[in-house]
């Protein structure tokens, strides 16, 4: 079955960096668009980066442009997310997801990131 | 991006009971495809999110057939025919229409009177 297991998250200052990792397995990673999405404590859930298979594709909403990057390693099944000049309102459960057919049908158990002093 | 807003907020329910969620979106998520792309979504306490139905009204698989979307343009609704226990949860909608920024909705909290 598809697994989507994402590490790396932490307790990080103001100002720092953190990379994320997501390790997929049980689907055909190199052909899929994946995602990250985030929900802050208690609140909603934004999907505010994304990757295409190849890596041609990539977006990033406005709240993170110019500060994480979304990268993937398809040899290793593997996505990434390197978050650089962290701030307080980064503090999130992190999801690695894939997307398919504009849906989001697999998520993995998320990763915490708490961005304080 | 395409502003997705839910209603209500807070659901208690009476279990056996039917419950309706409504998601409205700011602009029509009819594609030029023909396919409309609108997923709902369902977090239980403490869980990941999962998908229970895709382009308005498909269910997923192992989803219970007492959940049903219907709705078009950019009026939808989410129903739960008879409220279990385990139906206790936030339910968001999402569009896949309008790219680059899929947008999710504020989210409905589902939960036992």
């Known amino acids: 079955q598809v697994q989507l297991v994402e590490s790396g998250g932490d307790l990080v200052e103001p100002g720092g960096s953190l990379r994320l990792s997501c390790a997929a397995s049980g689907l055909p990673f190199s052909e899929s668009f994946m995602s990250w999405i985030r929900q802050a404590p208690g609140k909603g859930l934004e999907l505010f980066s994304y990757?295409?298979?190849?890596?041609?594709?990539?977006y990033y909403a406005e709240s993170v442009k110019g500060r994480f990057t979304i990268s993937r390693d398809n040899a290793k099944n593997s996505l990434y997310l390197q978050m650089n000049s962290l701030r307080a309102e980064d503090t999130a459960v992190y999801y690695c997801a894939r997307v398919a057919d504009s849906s989001i049908v697999y998520w993995g158990q998320g990763s915490l990131l708490t961005v304080s002093s | 991006d395409v502003v997705m807003t839910q209603s209500p907020l807070s659901l208690p329910v009476t279990l056996g009971q039917p419950a309706s969620i409504s998601c409205r979106s700011s602009?029509?998520?009819?594609?030029?495809?023909?396919?409309?792309?609108l997923s709902w979504f369902q977090q239980r306490p403490g869980q990941s999110p999962r998908r229970l139905i895709y382009?308005?009204?498909n269910r997923d698989s192992g989803v219970p057939d007492r959940f049903s979307g219907s709705g078009s343009g950019t009026d939808f609704t989410l129903k739960i025919n008879r409220v279990e226990a385990e139906d206790v949860g936030v339910y968001y909608c999402m569009q896949g229409t309008h790219w680059p920024g899929l947008t999710f909705g504020g989210g409905t909290k589902v939960e036992i009177k």
């Open positions: 382009k308005v009204s």
């Open positions: 990757i295409s298979g190849s890596g041609d594709t990539i």
């Open positions: 602009q029509s998520l009819v594609h030029s495809n023909g396919n409309t792309y």
